[in-house]
């Protein structure tokens, strides 16, 4: 047996895929972290083990997937805890009893970027959006202009935040000018291949800007995130709740604000 004090592994495979891993548990077994693609992508979910591994003797095993598959995976208990920013279904798995311990970890936000030339006071984009603080607002410009939108992974944090703010812009998004990535494609690199706007997560965007895009709004409070820890209620990892008193605590919030994008809970 492998007695580092961390393993780390990220998996290709969607969360459900560790349906196999998730039945009797001990402190030997690696505990099962489900993650959204975004958080590993941003570095934030990978601080987190990674910092513990100089603290408790905890091995943790990250899954990354979509955040509706994380989540699944977690009612399922075919991972041990989530690691997500999707407040409304993290509610409801609490209120039905099929998860607990919620815990915010790190604050954060979405931000739209977009196609934008020239520099200072001659910067444009073609929806005239730049400098924007009101996403419904800008939203609804870039349907009325036509101008080209890339959506965010299906089913993914930011895919949720974005279908909350197409509904306060009021605006159902459509072919031709809403498009989706193809399927194994970076809906970011997409975006800046298309001219396109895009949706993206603050810390991801940090940590791969794209040439020829720009932040165009941010600082709206309905694009702001919270990274949730939650614990299966199905299965019960001894060292779960030791994951999560640790990443809650003040090493945790270390963590959180260490990471570029992302501030402490």
Known sequence: MNRRPFLLSLLAAACPALAAAAQKKSLADPLLLGVDHALVGAGLAAAFPRALGRGPRVGARLGAGSTAGTLAALEQGDVDASMTTAAEIENRLVKQGLAHDRR???????????????????????????????????????????????????????????????????????????????????PLAHAAARGAYTLVDRGLWLRRPQKGLAVVVEGDPRMATEVVLLRAFRVNHPAAKLFGQWVGGPNGRRVAGSQRGWRAA
């Open 104 to 186: 915010v970890v790190a604050r954060g936000d979405v931000v739209l970027v977009g196609p934008v030339t020239g520099k200072g006071r001659k910067a444009t984009d073609p929806a005239g959006l730049l400098g924007g603080r009101v996403a419904a607002a800008a939203l609804m410009k870039v349907a009325q202009s036509g101008a080209a939108f890339v959506a965010p992974p299906a089913g993914s944090g930011t895919n949720l935040a974005e279908v909350s703010l197409w509904g306060a812009a009021a605006v159902a998004p459509a072919a031709p000018w809403y498009v989706k990535a193809p399927a194994g494609t970076d």
